[in-house]
């Protein structure tokens, strides 16, 4: 695996419902890279902590290899890394493949460990102009991942991801979350 973007956002207020709502969705790749941090990315809009950043959710990893899937059912929107809210778009990522606790090194200085898939909010409606994207992103396994960072460090595109240790859990990151998107969709 290797990081192809490194992303990062400014706080944006969005009208979503009539009201004005504050946001961190729009990532922009980053050509110099960012700074995992424990506690999440440096310089990077986190607006709602009980969802995102902190110990757990530091950083936010996405497949570049699902983003084909997605540009067909969206052609005509402007693609970019980070459409998703991801902080890395990592190319051969596959959640079917990832478990919690597993623990990958990222370039020379940083080391993160996997600790859940990310569940959609109605942002990812308001980035994608649609708000039926978040059932279609329940329905697949395509969830990407949160991580910790074990070890603070500057990455950037091009950087190796090696996993250094593979964690105790047997259930993967798209097990555990098809099993918490069944329930969930069932009230969209």
Same mark, same amino acid.
């Given at each position: 695996?290797?990081?192809?973007?490194?992303?990062? %956002?400014?706080?944006?207020?969005?009208?979503?419902?009539?009201?004005?709502?504050?946001?961190?969705?729009?990532?922009?790749?980053?050509?110099?890279?960012? /700074?995992?941090?424990?506690?999440?990315v440096?310089?990077?809009?986190?607006?709602?902590?009980?969802?995102?950043?902190?110990?757990?959710?530091?950083?936010?990893?996405?497949?570049?290899?699902?983003?084909?899937?997605?540009?067909?059912?969206? #052609?005509?929107?402007?693609?970019?890394?980070?459409?998703?809210?991801?902080?890395?778009?990592?190319?051969?990522?596959?959640?079917?493949?990832?478990? #919690?606790?597993?623990?990958?090194?990222?370039?020379?200085?940083?080391?993160?460990?996997?600790? /859940?898939?990310?569940?959609?909010?109605?942002?990812?409606?308001?980035?994608?102009?649609?708000?039926?994207?978040?059932?279609?992103?329940?329905?697949k396994p395509?969830?990407? /991942?949160?991580?910790?960072?074990?070890?603070?460090?500057?990455?950037?595109?091009?950087?190796?991801?090696?996993?250094?240790?593979?964690?105790?859990?047997?259930?993967?990151?798209?097990?555990?979350?098809? %099993?918490?998107?069944?329930?969930?969709?069932?009230?969209?």
């Amino acid at each position: 695996m290797k990081v192809i973007s490194c992303n990062i %956002a400014v706080p944006v207020t969005v009208l979503w419902r009539g009201t004005n709502v504050l946001t961190g969705i729009f990532k922009k790749p980053k050509k110099e890279g960012i /700074t995992l941090k424990e506690r999440g990315v440096f310089k990077d809009a986190v607006i709602d902590r009980r969802y995102h950043g902190g110990y757990d959710k530091a950083v936010y990893l996405y497949s570049s290899d699902h983003y084909p899937y997605w540009r067909a059912q969206y #052609p005509d929107l402007s693609w970019k890394w980070g459409m998703f809210g991801e902080n890395l778009t990592i190319e051969g990522m596959d959640e079917i493949h990832l478990y #919690p606790g597993d623990q990958f090194a990222i370039g020379e200085e940083a080391i993160i460990e996997i600790t /859940t898939p990310r569940e959609p909010c109605y942002k990812l409606g308001y980035r994608f102009k649609d708000p039926s994207i978040v059932k279609k992103f329940m329905q697949k396994p395509f969830s990407g /991942t949160y991580a910790r960072v074990i070890r603070e460090g500057h990455v950037r595109a091009e950087d190796e991801v090696r996993l250094i240790a593979a964690g105790d859990i047997s259930q993967s990151i798209a097990e555990i979350y098809m %099993a918490k998107m069944l329930k969930k969709s069932e009230r969209y």
